[in-house]
């Protein structure tokens, strides 16, 4: 039988530009399953909040499938 792989999210800085508001920090969400990393950028400007969503999804161990609803949900 095959082992269950175990999510580990992780709050990741990420730069964005936005046009003619020009560039800001931002933290986004990171998590690889099955060899595919999956990346939701701009979640939250506190590192701390995404930190603590990383901390949850990886101990509800969150499909990356039903990331974005959570995120949706949640902010």
Known sequence: MAEKQ???YQAIPVRMEH???GNYGTYGLAVTK????YIV???TTDRREAEQL???F???QLSPLHLLD???DML
């Not at 099955?34 to 990393?37: F, I, L, P, S």
């Open 54 to 56: 990383a901390e949850l």
């Open 70 to 72: 959570a995120l949706e």
């Open 41 to 43: 950028k701009d979640v």
């Open 6 to 8: 175990t999510l580990q």
């Open 19 to 21: 046009g003619e508001d």
């Open 34 to 37: 099955d060899g595919e990393r």
């Open 58 to 60: 990886t101990r509800v």
